[in-house]
Structures are given as structure tokens and as C-alpha cells.
């Protein structure tokens, strides 16, 4: 199996990005790395961060999943984000908020917004870290109209992402 097959194997689950930690973990080292992408196999993103020239589908999720690899270790999606990235409440953040509780040195594209958080549960949706929906129904509170907040409840318990106790707790919270 060649260099490029092993890292599609392990790109293809995760939006079609590589890190070079992943890759070394499955004996690609990075110079192959950066030999595939001036081959133009693979594009550098940033810092550790490449993704599939050719060979993916993109999806919606796929500008969320970079950022996330682009905060480093640790990073999640965070508060009205999160929100968008479930179609909710009617959101559309002009940058990806991604949190970390790391220090983050290396230069992020405008696209993503970097904020800290201490500790904290983690969900994944869709494959993504992210901070659980509750708790960013919770942290938009304010930032938010509570219409549109309480509209992103109902429908989150709709789509199965909030148990009924969950919903009714939040919108009591949020004033609805």
C-alpha cells in the first residue's frame, strides 16, 4: 500500500483532512507529506493540517472540521456555531468559533475565532468535537434574540438533539 492510499484510508473518515501526528501514527512521515502535496495530492492547510487534493465529496461540515484541526488539540466548536452548524436559531456567525484551554501561537485564517474555555463536557456531532448544544443554547443566551433561541430549542428536540426535560429547561432559562 502506498504512502497516499494509507493517508486517503484515514482522510476519507474524517472530511478528507490529515494531520501529521495521524499520519505518522499509520508510518507516513511528514516530508511524504510534503512531497504529496507539491505532487498536488494533498493541500497544505495549515500547521499539521492537510486535506485530499482529488478523491473527496465535500460537505457541509467540512469548514468545521478544519477549524477544528486548526485550533489544535483540544479544540471544539463553540457557542453560536455550534448553532449554525445544526441549522438553529437562525445564526450565521461571520467566523467559525472555535475553543481551546491551550495557548494557540500559530497564525488562524480569518475565518475562525479562537476562544478560550475552561474544561467542559465535549459532543461530537457529525464526527466534530463540539461544545455540547445545551450548554451553547446556554452561552448565546444574550447574544441572541430569545425567539430565536427558544425556535432552536423546539427544533433541536425535533431533530432528537435534546431530550424533553432538556428542552423544557432551557427554555425556561432562556424566557420563552
Request: aromatic residues 8%; contains cysteine.
Amino acid at each position: 500500500m502506498t504512502a497516499y492510499e494509507k493517508i486517503y484510508e484515514r482522510a476519507a473518515d474524517n472530511y478528507g483532512y490529515i494531520t501529521t501526528k495521524e499520519a505518522a501514527e499509520i508510518a507516513v512521515p511528514k516530508s511524504e507529506m510534503s512531497a504529496l502535496a507539491k505532487r498536488k495530492r494533498l493541500v497544505h492547510k495549515g500547521y499539521g493540517v492537510y486535506r485530499l487534493a482529488t478523491h473527496y465529496q465535500p460537505t457541509e461540515f467540512d469548514g468545521y472540521a478544519e477549524a477544528v484541526l486548526l485550533g489544535g488539540e483540544g479544540a471544539i466548536i463553540w457557542g453560536e456555531s455550534v448553532l449554525a452548524m445544526h441549522d438553529l436559531a437562525l445564526v450565521n456567525p461571520p467566523a467559525i468559533e472555535v475553543a481551546t484551554n491551550r495557548r494557540v501561537r500559530r497564525t488562524l485564517p480569518p475565518w475562525i475565532k479562537l476562544v478560550r474555555r475552561k474544561g467542559g463536557e465535549v459532543a461530537y456531532y457529525q464526527g466534530i468535537a463540539c461544545q455540547p448544544l445545551a450548554d451553547a443554547i446556554r452561552t448565546c443566551k444574550g447574544a441572541v434574540m430569545a425567539e430565536r433561541l427558544a425556535d432552536g430549542v423546539l427544533k433541536a428536540e425535533r431533530n432528537g438533539y435534546l431530550r424533553l426535560g432538556e428542552a423544557e429547561q432551557l427554555l425556561k432559562e432562556i424566557g420563552a
